[in-house]
């Protein structure tokens, strides 16, 4: 049998260094066993995936190094590798299931739904819902079916509680409860199928024989793994890592910790320091050795020396890891990874238009252009009392503007613009005053070029990081009342 795993990310948003994480230990447990690793992308979600995305991911994990030896873009004899190029296989599959008597088309709605939750909560049992309680009249189905109502079809479970068994390479045997299981939606209305059946499916034909993958979806594994007893397949082995976590044994989130792989890139971490950090993610070399390259790893890679301990992702731990690579490496390799990183001629020339204006000797370029190449800019509270806006209003267009720009699809200088535009604008805010505290924020200024300008340059990770920084050291790490007191309020424009 020849070891294969696979990472199938979803192209909804910046790659996420989980998503490298999980990577790294499918690659190094495939080549320890002299199998392949291969990428798969789940773009099911058509309203949320772009190409944009895809291709950001594809360019991280190159840029860190983990390389796949089928996928979209260098294809292999188990294509397509995206899910929204297989739509008629996993119809097939769902509709089999249908024929066997192991899901059934539902037509229930959003409301009833929803009721029917409050129902089992109120009777103070699971909420999730069997097909017993989804299941309508031959009648009521016909009339539905007149009315023109969509239907979804849903895989069948068990009605009754009780233990389902799954077993995990890290865990053992793990015990679940089938009251928790719901009638999973396997196809939805738009014929575009789950992450449940699309994984089943693809994993089995693509011969995957190891699924390793995070610990969220343990609960997910009695769905997967009924779904293999129905075809009549072999489930491949599970294996489910620990989540990521901030210093404070949270799950590693933007709020507290940037996430994106390419914010540290931008930020002059190097892929070899950032991909040594993730290997010591609950994982550690036989010889206790905290500086290790790629090779290195898969060499002495072993799953089992996993710890189950949730792994904190420390900024200040990779900043010191990525110094010892950056110390060693020579001068020659070090100006060379300087040059590619920021001075390169594709850099200058984006920058010079914006500069060049406001120079008169070659010395201004430096000053005009140092944010560009910084990290955090340091918070300078006085520049911020100069502006006109203060208090609640200050905090709201820094705050607003950070979730309008996270929901951004696509970072152009049209789109960044009319964004600003239109949140000033339902916030009854001069454009100019709208835009200092991001002037501020963004170039540590309100003298430099366009913010909007510079933001597109700083690209989304930085220029989301860099607002999210000053956030913080203006109000602290709001509570939870804060952040509904503002919610509201942003839901209210």
Same mark, same amino acid.
């Given at each position: 049998m020849t070891v294969r795993t696979r990472i199938a990310p979803s192209p909804t948003g910046d790659p996420h260094v989980g998503t490298a994480y999980i990577a790294l230990f499918n690659l190094c447990f495939a080549r320890q066993h002299g199998g392949e690793f291969i990428l798969r992308i789940e773009d099911t979600d058509q309203l949320r995936s772009t190409t944009e995305f895809e291709q950001a991911i594809f360019d991280s994990l190159r840029w860190l190094g983990l390389d796949w030896a089928e996928g979209p873009d260098v294809g292999g004899e188990y294509?397509?590798?995206?899910?929204?190029?297989?739509?008629?296989?996993?119809?097939?599959?769902?509709?089999?299931? #249908?024929?066997?008597?192991?899901? $059934?088309?539902?037509?229930?709605?959003?409301?009833?739904? &929803?009721?029917?939750?409050?129902?089992?909560?109120?009777?103070?049992?699971?909420?999730?819902?069997?097909?017993?309680?989804?299941?309508?009249?031959?009648?009521?189905?016909?009339?539905?079916?007149?009315?023109?109502?969509t239907s979804v079809i849903r895989m069948k479970v068990p009605e009754e509680n009780g233990p389902c068994l799954v077993d995990d390479m890290l865990r053992g045997t793990i015990e679940l409860d089938w009251g928790q299981v719901d009638a999973q939606v396997l196809l939805k209305s738009d014929g575009m199928p789950t992450y449940h059946l699309a994984n089943v499916v693809d994993d089995h034909l693509m011969n995957i024989t190891h699924v390793i993958r995070g610990e969220e979806w343990i609960n997910s594994a009695p769905k997967h793994q009924l779904l293999y007893q129905y075809f009549g397949w072999d489930m491949p082995q599970l294996c489910h890592l620990p989540l990521l976590r901030n210093p404070d044994k949270s799950k590693l989130s933007k709020r507290k910790n940037p996430t994106t792989i390419m914010y540290y890139e931008r930020m002059g971490f190097l892929p070899e320091a950032l991909l040594n950090y993730l290997g010591r993610m609950g994982w550690s070399m036989s010889n206790g050795r905290e500086q290790f390259t790629l090779?290195?790893?898969?060499?002495?890679?072993?799953?089992?020396?996993?710890?189950?301990?949730?792994?904190?992702?420390?900024?200040?731990?990779?900043?010191?890891? &990525?110094?010892?690579?950056?110390?060693?490496?020579?001068?020659? #390799?070090?100006?060379?990874?300087?040059?590619?990183?920021?001075? &390169?001629?594709?850099?200058?020339?984006?920058?010079?238009?914006?500069?060049?204006?406001?120079?008169?000797?070659?010395?201004?370029?430096?000053?005009?252009a140092a944010f560009l190449l910084s990290g955090m800019l340091p918070?300078?509270?006085?520049?911020?009392?100069?502006?006109?806006?203060?208090?609640?209003?200050?905090?709201?267009?820094?705050?607003?503007?950070?979730?309008?720009?996270?929901?951004?699809?696509?970072?152009?200088?049209?789109?960044?613009? &009319?964004?600003?535009?239109?949140?000033?604008?339902?916030?009854?805010?001069?454009?100019?005053?709208?835009?200092?505290?991001?002037? #501020?924020?963004?170039?540590?200024?309100?003298?430099? $070029?366009?913010?909007?300008?510079?933001?597109?340059?700083?690209?989304?990770?930085?220029?989301?990081?860099?607002?999210?920084?000053?956030?913080?050291?203006?109000?602290?790490?709001?509570?939870?009342?804060q952040l509904k007191k503002l919610e509201k309020a942003y839901r209210s424009l």
């Amino acid at each position: 049998m020849t070891v294969r795993t696979r990472i199938a990310p979803s192209p909804t948003g910046d790659p996420h260094v989980g998503t490298a994480y999980i990577a790294l230990f499918n690659l190094c447990f495939a080549r320890q066993h002299g199998g392949e690793f291969i990428l798969r992308i789940e773009d099911t979600d058509q309203l949320r995936s772009t190409t944009e995305f895809e291709q950001a991911i594809f360019d991280s994990l190159r840029w860190l190094g983990l390389d796949w030896a089928e996928g979209p873009d260098v294809g292999g004899e188990y294509g397509p590798y995206r899910q929204s190029e297989r739509g008629d296989i996993y119809r097939q599959y769902a509709e089999q299931l #249908v024929e066997v008597g192991h899901a $059934f088309y539902c037509y229930r709605t959003p409301v009833e739904l &929803n009721e029917l939750r409050e129902t089992r909560r109120a009777e103070g049992d699971f909420t999730a819902l069997k097909p017993s309680d989804l299941l309508l009249s031959d009648e009521e189905i016909a009339k539905r079916q007149a009315a023109g109502m969509t239907s979804v079809i849903r895989m069948k479970v068990p009605e009754e509680n009780g233990p389902c068994l799954v077993d995990d390479m890290l865990r053992g045997t793990i015990e679940l409860d089938w009251g928790q299981v719901d009638a999973q939606v396997l196809l939805k209305s738009d014929g575009m199928p789950t992450y449940h059946l699309a994984n089943v499916v693809d994993d089995h034909l693509m011969n995957i024989t190891h699924v390793i993958r995070g610990e969220e979806w343990i609960n997910s594994a009695p769905k997967h793994q009924l779904l293999y007893q129905y075809f009549g397949w072999d489930m491949p082995q599970l294996c489910h890592l620990p989540l990521l976590r901030n210093p404070d044994k949270s799950k590693l989130s933007k709020r507290k910790n940037p996430t994106t792989i390419m914010y540290y890139e931008r930020m002059g971490f190097l892929p070899e320091a950032l991909l040594n950090y993730l290997g010591r993610m609950g994982w550690s070399m036989s010889n206790g050795r905290e500086q290790f390259t790629l090779d290195d790893m898969m060499a002495d890679f072993d799953i089992q020396r996993v710890s189950l301990g949730g792994p904190i992702f420390d900024i200040e731990k990779l900043s010191w890891l &990525n110094g010892l690579w950056i110390r060693d490496c020579s001068t020659e #390799v070090l100006a060379e990874k300087i040059h590619q990183w920021a001075f &390169n001629r594709e850099t200058l020339l984006s920058v010079l238009p914006h500069t060049q204006p406001r120079m008169e000797t070659l010395t201004d370029f430096t000053p005009l252009a140092a944010f560009l190449l910084s990290g955090m800019l340091p918070l300078e509270r006085d520049k911020y009392d100069q502006l006109k806006l203060e208090g609640d209003q200050l905090k709201s267009v820094l705050q607003f503007s950070l979730w309008k720009l996270e929901a951004l699809r696509e970072w152009g200088r049209d789109q960044i613009l &009319n964004t600003c535009k239109s949140l000033a604008d339902s916030m009854e805010i001069k454009l100019k005053d709208f835009l200092a505290p991001l002037f #501020v924020a963004i170039s540590g200024t309100t003298v430099s $070029f366009s913010v909007i300008d510079a933001m597109v340059l700083l690209g989304p990770d930085m220029s989301r990081a860099r607002l999210r920084y000053a956030l913080t050291g203006l109000y602290g790490e709001m509570g939870k009342k804060q952040l509904k007191k503002l919610e509201k309020a942003y839901r209210s424009l």
